[in-house]
């Protein structure tokens, strides 16, 4: 038979995705093979088809038994003989799939390595040939991959003993060279044929926000009717969000390490079977979940490497349908982190995060960027990332980042940010007056600025590597600014958005399809799914779904044309759905206007935003000015911005804080804290003697208040 039309028949699928024909044709004519394909792109399916092509059993080993499950339950549906063996089966089940193995009846086998160098399992299969060896996540192999998992290691062992050697396939989405060099010695791969696609996932458009409200913009991306996914960095931001969204009256979930078992895999399921359609989560969420139709993937920090990132914003869009990646950043959390690099001695880590680093402050197209960082050459923009869009407004502060350098190099020693700015605003303070920083040319040079646009330049000069951090947030500039200084380079940032989100909604269904029919087939799926006690993506993805809204298929026949839809699904389910289908045609609610979904789905509950005073003044803060600065920015006393704070940090409305007092003193106002509490400020400040004045004391306080809550 045809590939082609046995693609059709099984799995109901029109055409191949690069790669997966000259994978399978290589496969069957006896090769060994390394696919390399990234997320999404359609891995399994090689191997599912290849062995519904070669008689006999064929093996894959998978290291995620929630996968192996999954994959199982799938194929059943398509009506292929499938089963798995791992720690999770109970005895009487595996005595049923022993017996179905003996008896010839499966096809595919998934097994988890561990289970390799078991002398009965060994055996069995000693008398039981197989044709084909798939290794799903082949990096698991490789020590140098992100996931080493020594059980893989028992993979090439296993092969020596089998009586006659099968086709081996192994597959992986990781890019690096080192890796797939690795997957070849260590798997032995005997001449292997190594197909490496593109890391292209043209259906995501990429997207770096810097907004004036992270939390306002992030309330704006949400559409509470697709599934989305917001990664956190730490637990604490977690839990914060998490309640926050619950409060605004979101269905969601939320995952992270810290959580029972019980509750993150009650967390997963529900997120899974679209109970939620949003989840807030660290990192530790994703890994083994299969779900295709995830829309969004929202950073709200800056994640640690480009890697990871990738990997991440890789959930979205599984289905190939427009799908959206946002990092939303600060450029607190590019000053904070260079802080944090320069005092971590781990070299990698380092250069990694500078990749990150680089990503969200460029300018150009950013799906390129990623692209030749995992060494695919590219060359037209993409027309699909916020730059390429146009979403984001580039201007040119060539001139400007100038006067900022020159004040510094006037300046001569390392002063932290809030110094920098004072000085080039013109500042009359007592610190500027002390070190005669009034008499500098550079003095009042922009005073027309405000204060958050100097420090966005400082850190832009940060992030391209024209100002260093020293260990004590210290700045210096770099001997790469000299190429900016004398007019050779030019430095140009990305404006601010001011929680306009100018990025359409990501289109949920295609403009042909009838929104009320989608949802009623929505409704059967379900019913279907929880009849049969799979996830509902497992009867029909939504692409198949959103086909049907739009093919109408009267038959049969007609429904066989259905994307997703084989013989054996269309046997089973063409009962279900065409009869609705039908009533609905019949009731002439298709005629109706070509629905306009976006109008219905824009209502979030965002809008609210009740900018009081002191939550104002919290919002700066998060954006790294100074109480100084705020109460400056703001036309307030410093007093009073330092008591906002105080109330949005006792509240835990405040996430980022750091105060700038000298750490020395730091500790002993904490101390105090420890011995007096922090009830009144009074007896703190007589206890600490005259030279801790009250506003370090409320920085600190504040420090602690957020640290703590
Ligand atoms: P991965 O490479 O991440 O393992 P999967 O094998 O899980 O990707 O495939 C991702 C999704 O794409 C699945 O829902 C799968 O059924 C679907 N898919 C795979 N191949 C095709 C194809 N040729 N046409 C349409 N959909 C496909
Ligand atoms: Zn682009």
Not at 150 to 155: A, E, L, N
Not at 579 to 590: C, D, M, R
Request: proline share 3%.
């Amino acid at each position: 038979m045809q590939l082609e039309s046995a693609l059709q028949q099984h799995f109901g699928y029109s055409t191949f995705r690069p790669g997966q024909k000259e994978i399978i044709d290589t496969i069957l004519s006896g090769r060994d093979t390394l696919g390399v394909l990234p997320t999404g792109g359609g891995k399994s399916i090689c191997y599912q088809l290849s062995a519904l092509m070669l008689p006999g059993l064929t093996v894959v080993i998978s290291p995620l038994i929630s996968l192996m499950k999954d994959q199982v339950d799938s194929l059943t549906q398509l009506g292929i003989p499938a089963a798995y063996l791992n720690s999770t089966i109970s005895n009487q089940e595996f005595q049923q799939v022993m017996q179905q193995l003996r008896q010839g009846s499966l096809k595919l086998l998934y097994v988890a390595p561990e289970r390799l160098d078991n002398a009965s399992f060994i055996s069995f299969i000693r008398q039981h040939p197989i044709s084909l060896l798939a290794i799903d996540e082949a990096h698991c192999v490789s020590q140098w991959g992100f996931d080493f998992r020594p059980s893989y290691r028992k993979i090439n062992q296993f092969i020596d003993q089998l009586p006659k050697r099968p086709v081996v396939a192994s597959f992986t989405a990781t890019a690096t060279d080192l890796v797939q060099k690795d997957i070849v010695k260590q798997l032995d791969l005997k001449q292997p044929e190594v197909f490496i696609n593109s890391f292209d996932r043209p259906n995501i458009k990429f997207t770096v926000l810097e907004p004036s409200h992270r939390k306002a913009t992030l309330y704006q991306l949400i559409n509470h009717e697709e599934a989305m996914i917001i990664y956190a960095s730490t637990r604490k931001q977690v839990d914060k969000l998490y309640e926050d969204l619950r409060k605004k009256g979101y269905a969601v979930s939320k995952y992270h390490a810290g959580m029972e078992q019980e509750e993150r895999k009650q967390a997963q399921n529900d997120f899974i079977n679209d109970q939620t359609n949003l989840v807030v989560a660290t990192n530790a969420f994703g890994m083994g979940i299969d779900k295709t139709d995830v829309r969004k993937v929202i950073h709200y920090n800056l994640p640690k490497d480009l890697e990871s990132y990738y990997q991440e914003a890789g959930r979205a869009g599984r289905d190939s349908l427009a799908a959206e990646a946002v990092l939303l950043y600060h450029t607190q959390d590019i000053m904070t982190n260079k802080y944090l690099i320069a005092q971590s001695s781990d070299q990698l880590a380092q250069e990694r995060l500078e990749t990150m680093i680089q990503y969200a402050n460029f300018t150009g197209c950013l799906r390129n960027y990623i692209l030749q960082y995992f060494g695919e050459e590219t060359s037209e923009p993409c027309g699909n990332c916020s730059s390429c869009l146009g979403e984001v407004k580039i201007v040119d502060v060539t001139k400007e980042a100038q006067m900022i350098l020159s004040c510094m190099v006037r300046m001569k020693l390392n002063f932290g940010m809030t110094m920098i700015v004072d000085v080039l605003r013109g500042s009359q303070n007592q610190r500027i007056l002390e070190n005669k920083f009034d008499a500098l040319s550079t003095h009042g040079l922009m005073k027309n600025y405000s204060i958050q646009q100097i420090r966005d330049i400082i850190s832009a000069l940060v992030a391209h590597r024209y100002i260093g951090v020293t260990e004590y947030r210290g700045l210096y500039v770099t001997t790469q600014a000299k190429s900016l200084i004398f007019g050779e380079a030019s430095l140009a940032i990305k404006e601010r958005s001011y929680n306009e989100i100018t990025s359409a909604q990501t289109q949920r269904t295609s403009p042909n399809v009838d929104h009320e029919l989608y949802e009623v087939l929505r409704e059967v799926r379900l019913k279907l799914a929880q009849a049969e006690g799979v996830p509902a993506y497992i009867i029909f993805s939504n692409k198949s779904l959103e086909d049907m809204a739009s093919r109408l298929p009267k038959n049969e026949t007609e429904f066989l044309t259905v994307e997703g839809v084989g013989s054996v699904k269309a046997d089973k389910y063409a009962g279900q759905f065409l009869p609705v289908i039908q009533e609905f045609l019949a009731s002439g609610k298709n005629k109706q206007k070509n629905i306009v979904l976006d109008e219905e789905t824009s209502s979030t509950p965002f809008n609210e935003t009740n900018s009081s005073s002191y939550l104002e003044s919290a919002e700066y803060a998060e954006q790294g000015l100074t109480p100084y600065e705020i109460a400056i920015e703001r036309n307030l006393t410093e007093t009073t911005v330092l008591n906002h704070l105080t109330q949005a940090a006792e509240e835990g409305n405040l996430e980022e804080f750091t105060a700038e007092v000298v750490p020395s003193r730091k500790r002993t106002i904490k101390e105090a804290f420890q011995k007096i509490g922090i009830e009144t400020l009074k007896p703190i400040k007589e206890y600490l003697a005259e030279e801790i004045t009250y506003d370090e004391i409320r920085y600190v306080l504040i420090e602690y208040l957020v640290k703590d809550s």
